[in-house]
């Protein structure tokens, strides 16, 4: 038996005393739940999702966009390329951008994307806010955030191509929060929801 279990950050507080407890009274039963934070029970195997690799960006691209605009004909995959390296090859950014055809020509579209959040919006009837627009995606995984997480997420801006913990707890600060864990608690808590990498 498969159990999949979709979006599990929503209630990732209670994975303990449920599939925690579920571990153990199915243990042939296989968990697969999707989630920005790991549930951390015992036995969990965690398989981080990483963008598409770019030839499969591309490819992605140019399924949706023909199947939003059938008759479009892709000339080279230079555009292409670069709309994917853009949208730093996500799979939702990709889908979202690719249901623009209908309305922009490629090059327009990839024009556009210096307002990529004005651009990347419009997804498939049905879906929730989180799936229809990028900045919805976007909020999301802010408001699942603890105040001391926002504030150390926004002050880790300030680095660019990356930083080590030391840097961090240099420049993080939190103390304005009397619940707020050490910075390196905050910063490991970042990495565990998949906001910093």
């Known amino acids: 038996t498969l159990i999949i279990l979709d979006n599990y950050e929503q209630v990732v507080q209670w994975a303990p005393d449920t599939v925690g407890v579920w571990l153990g009274l199915a243990p042939e039963a296989k968990f697969l739940a999707t989630s920005r934070e790991r549930l951390r029970v015992a036995g969990e195997k965690v398989m981080r999702l990483e963008p598409l690799p770019p030839v499969d960006a591309i490819e992605l691209f140019v399924q949706r966009a023909r199947s939003a605009q059938p008759e479009l004909e892709v000339k080279g995959s230079e555009i292409v390329g ?3 390296k853009r949208l730093d090859c996500l799979p939702l ?45 976007l909020d999301w995984s802010w408001e ?11 002050q880790c801006a300030v680095f660019h191509g990356g930083f080590f913990l030391e840097a961090a707890e240099r420049v993080v600060v939190t103390s304005d929060y009397s619940q707020a864990p050490p910075v390196m608690d905050v910063v490991s808590s970042l990495l565990d929801k998949s906001l910093l990498r």
């Open 144 to 154: 699942l955030l603890e105040p001391w997480e926002q504030d150390a997420l926004t």
């Open 93 to 137: 950014a990709i889908e979202l951008a690719a249901a623009r055809v209908q309305l922009l020509p490629i090059e327009e579209l990839l024009k556009r994307l210096s307002s990529r959040f004005d651009v990347l919006r419009g997804g498939r009837r049905g879906d929730s806010s989180r799936q229809a627009t990028l900045r919805g995606a």
């Open 82 to 84: 670069e709309i994917v």
